[in-house]
């Protein structure tokens, strides 16, 4: 079992930054594949970013490409996502996910087995 708890969202205008963090507990964070969905109202929730478990390895959707940065800590059990030059369109509830399966690359929100509760991020134009 791991638990997820996001914080650092918020309204920001077109065009800041913002960094959400994802802290864990329980077992060993190391252990987690980590990602980052979003869901806006009326839409399905979509891939944002994945990293692996030792941070090596990220990718992207394609809608924040060269604007977010995934990056973790495993000595303090956490996640972040860097975001820049935000666009209204990023507007969403902003949920972190974790998995014990490393075995590819998970970027359908059906493939992870744990989630944080989720933070709302709004971007104004």
């Known amino acids: 079992q791991v638990q997820l708890v996001e914080s650092g969202g918020g309204l920001v205008q077109a065009g800041d930054s913002l960094r959400l963090s994802c802290a864990a507990t329980g077992r060993t964070f190391s252990s987690f594949v980590m990602a980052w969905f979003r869901q806006a109202p009326g839409k399905e929730r979509e891939f944002v970013a994945y990293?692996?478990?030792?941070?090596?390895?990220?990718y992207y959707a394609d809608s924040v490409k060269g604007r977010f940065t995934i990056s973790r800590d495993n000595a303090k059990n956490t996640v972040y996502l860097q975001m820049n030059s935000l666009k209204s369109e990023d507007t969403a509830v902003y949920l972190c996910?974790?998995?014990?399966?490393?075995?590819?690359?998970?970027?359908?929100?059906?493939?992870?087995?744990?989630w944080g509760q989720g933070i709302q991020v709004t971007v104004s134009s």
């Open positions: 990293i692996s478990r030792g941070g090596g390895n990220t």
């Open positions: 996910a974790a998995d014990s399966d490393y075995s590819y690359v998970k970027y359908s929100p059906g493939r992870y087995d744990y």
